[in-house]
């Protein structure tokens, strides 16, 4: 009880809260001063062992607009004895028999969700990874396929849309084991398919190689400023006709950038950072040689530093 004026006894009296009608009443003379009042305390009421007050839970799991029944879903029990009713046992199989689809989702749901957490990417790609999932399954496409080079897939083409793209083997390092052959398959094939679904192409959102600057150079423990030149030059490069691909220009520009600093990084660091292999580098950089000048900013290296690097 708390006190507060009452303008029936024009004085202060201890006040009465009565929960089960949200009314709060003066204890002298009995009048309503507020009624239908909202508690905002806790409500939680567990759903677990009912002699403990462990889990202090009062609602199911979040609603998810992909699975039909989502939360709000309702478990038939078996009745007591050997036998049981027959009607619930009927009534159990029958909804067993029907959750399996949703359970299979879920499952997937859990898997992409893993696979993201484990490559630190944002929740909007993991939903859109779920998405392109939950349309191959309404299309009956997932069966008799590699279903972890399918979530996989899924999940490639939701970073490349998301213009957050992640390499293929960064991606299949996460994938349970799904080969970069076997991933490159099913993107294909989903690619296809939902293709065919829209009726057009499947927008997968063009690769720079200054996507993966950052990350590179962060997995290379690169100062700020070496950061900074490596994203200007990789950005004048693309100035130049350079037929390589993305990922193999971003590896040759950080390999020119760090050997023009005092922090030079072995090639076969750059290598395993970048998922690049050394030849594929060395092979970028006689393409790039010729180009060095231009590309590599003027604040970062002078022309004494340029020449001397070692040629191609």
């Not at 690049?276 to 900013?297: F, M, W």
């Amino acid at each position: 009880m708390s006190d507060a004026y009452c303008t029936d006894c024009k004085k202060e009296t201890e006040l009465v809260v009565d929960h089960s009608a949200g009314d709060t009443l003066c204890s002298e003379c009995g009048l309503v001063l507020e009624s239908h009042s909202i508690d905002e305390t806790s409500e939680w009421r567990t759903f677990a062992n009912e002699s403990s007050n462990s889990d202090p839970n009062r609602v199911g799991g979040p609603t998810n607009p992909l699975l039909a029944d989502s939360a709000l879903t309702t478990v038939i029990a078996k009745t007591n004895g050997s036998s049981g009713d027959f009607l619930s046992n009927s009534l159990g199989r029958w909804q067993n028999r029907n959750g399996n689809a949703e359970r299979g989702l879920l499952q997937a749901f859990k898997t992409i969700a893993t696979m993201s957490d484990r490559l630190g990417l944002v929740g909007t790609i993991k939903d859109r990874a779920n998405e392109i999932f939950k349309r191959l399954e309404d299309q009956k496409s997932t069966r008799g396929r590699n279903q972890d080079a399918l979530l996989a897939a899924c999940l490639y083409i939701s970073c490349r849309q998301e213009d957050k793209p992640r390499t293929i083997k960064e991606i299949c390092s996460v994938a349970n084991g799904a080969t970069k052959k076997e991933m490159g398959r099913a993107k294909d094939f989903i690619v296809k398919t939902l293709g065919l679904e829209t009726g057009h192409s499947v927008e997968m959102g063009a690769i720079h190689a200054g996507d993966f600057m950052k990350r590179f150079c962060s997995n290379l423990g690169m100062s700020h400023q070496a950061v900074r030149a490596a994203e200007e030059a990789v950005k004048k490069s693309e100035e130049f006709d350079i037929r390589r691909s993305p990922i193999s220009i971003a590896a040759v520009v950080i390999y020119i950038i760090t050997q023009l600093s005092d922090d030079k990084k072995p090639l076969k660091d750059i290598a395993i950072a970048t998922g690049v292999a050394e030849g594929t580098i060395r092979n970028s950089y006689k393409d790039l040689y010729p180009h060095l000048q231009k590309i590599a900013p003027s604040w970062y290296a002078k022309e004494e530093d340029l020449k001397n690097l070692s040629s191609p």
